[in-house]
């Protein structure tokens, strides 16, 4: 796990020590405030490198303010065996008190079964309303009409540039920023300017190859949700895939391959590591690399995803905080988590640090946090959010970004063609769509 960079904080964010996140990352819960008269909340999440070191800081931040309430913070491997994990000790009803989540695992994690209803009162209590948050992440992280979650933040898929490259093809405004290009003919145009700037390199960055990638599906659907595109009915019975605007949007990818504007054999290690080392004009990822681009000293800055199809729509999930099922919940402790929630929730400006922007709309006002560069210039994405469907085989880590990844990489690379990596694609939504949830729902 990398060090901090040593302005990681907007504000001198003072708390746990490193060495506790070193023994939280280990899955050991930190033994601090045992026999203690404090009332003690338990909780559990996935974050690592600079994500968890914020995290750490900003549960030592709550401490200070709150001296009657400990946090007992335990950090997990992420992806399938988190939420595993989270999903058997549900199941159990010997849950912690409160988890990290991403908000696409929502309907594959049993909500309200392995996961409890959030107590609206008790959020209102604490200060937290619906009218504050995201209005697609607020409805989002409803379940059945529902809410199970109280939403943190988005980590869209976002453009990052390398400005001393882009400066170079006169890529520039007079500002020094990216100068947003409209639909696929700019985009390509600018690509192109860069790529003469480059000596005839690709320009472009991203995912597209190697085991489990999942590139393709983040570009793929960045693009095709911007003319409206849909992947499943509302209750995920049936497939809505319009052919016409998903070939586009291939097609569209595959003219990246095919004119050398992207190197289709590129991974996502060496996808970052060509941006880090000036090697690209651009790259498109999540927002989580920016600590680590300003750590390294890179010149860059971002922007938001480019908008091709009609919208600014960007493929993005979200953190989230859930409950995960206890039997019996202690209301004295029950109290000290909405009193967590909201603590990082209202201060997520702070996250916002590790590139994630705040679902909590109030946050993107702050000063502090429109002070932050690069992190604040993509802020706006936060309404434009292209979300996964409301199904259980979706998500971060998921089988279907897997599945369409596989699919789609040979078209960026014309081994082949759209229409093939298409019915590959809507072939293996099929499969998933009759594969049994690994969690079903559970007696309680």
């Given at each position: ?319 989230v905080f859930v409950l995960p099922h206890q039997r019996n919940r202690d209301p004295e402790v029950e109290r000290a988590t909405y009193r967590f929630i909201a603590y990082l929730v209202k201060n997520s400006a702070d996250w916002a ?92």
């Amino acid at each position: 796990m990398q060090g901090p960079p040593p302005t990681i904080s907007r504000r001198n964010l003072l708390g746990g020590s490193l060495a506790l996140l070193g023994a939280g990352a280990a899955g050991c819960a930190i033994p601090v405030g045992l026999g203690s008269s404090q009332t003690r909340v338990k909780y559990w999440h996935f974050l690592g490198a600079s994500d968890g070191i914020i995290m750490n800081q900003m549960v030592g931040a709550f401490a200070k303010e709150h001296a009657d309430i400990f946090i007992e913070e335990n950090v997990l491997a992420w992806g399938e065996p988190y939420y595993t994990k989270v999903a058997m000790a549900g199941a159990g009803g010997r849950s912690p008190d409160l988890a990290t989540f991403h908000l696409a695992r929502l309907a594959g994690i049993g909500a309200g079964q392995l996961l409890d209803p959030i107590n609206v009162d008790l959020l209102a209590e604490a200060g937290l309303r619906g009218a504050d948050f995201s209005p697609p992440i607020w409805q989002r992280a409803h379940y059945n009409g529902t809410l199970y979650a109280v939403p943190f933040d988005a980590h869209p898929m976002v453009q990052y540039y390398n400005t001393d490259i882009c400066a170079k093809a006169g890529l520039l405004g007079a500002d020094g920023k990216l100068r947003a290009t409209t639909g696929p003919d700019e985009l390509l145009a600018a690509l192109r300017k860069a790529k003469d700037a480059m000596g005839g390199e690709p320009p472009l960055a991203f995912d597209a190859l190697g085991l489990g990638t999942v590139g393709p599906w983040r570009v793929w659907w960045s693009l095709y949700p911007q003319s409206g595109g849909t992947l499943l009915s509302e209750d995920g019975s049936r497939i809505t895939i319009d052919d016409a605007k998903a070939l586009a949007a291939l097609r569209f990818m595959r003219t990246l391959g095919e004119e050398g504007l992207c190197d289709p054999t590129t991974d996502y290690g060496a996808s970052v590591a060509k941006f880090t080392n000036n090697q690209a004009a651009f790259l498109w990822n999540g927002d989580w690399e920016t600590t680590g681009l300003k750590d390294r000293g890179t010149p860059f800055s971002m922007a938001r995803f480019p908008s091709v199809f009609g919208t600014g729509a960007a493929q993005a999930d979200c953190h989230v905080f859930v409950l995960p099922h206890q039997r019996n919940r202690d209301p004295e402790v029950e109290r000290a988590t909405y009193r967590f929630i909201a603590y990082l929730v209202k201060n997520s400006a702070d996250w916002a640090v590790a590139g994630h922007v705040p679902a909590y709309l109030p946050a993107l006002q702050e000063p502090e946090y429109l002070a932050l560069q690069p992190q604040s210039e993509y802020r706006s994405v936060i309404t434009d959010v292209a979300l996964d469907p409301q199904v259980w085989y979706t998500g971060s880590a998921s089988r279907l970004w897997i599945e369409f990844g596989e699919a789609f990489s040979p078209v960026i690379s014309g081994e082949r063609t759209p229409e093939e990596g298409l019915a590959n694609a809507k072939a293996a939504l099929t499969r998933l769509m009759s594969a049994p949830n690994p969690f079903p729902v559970q007696e309680r």
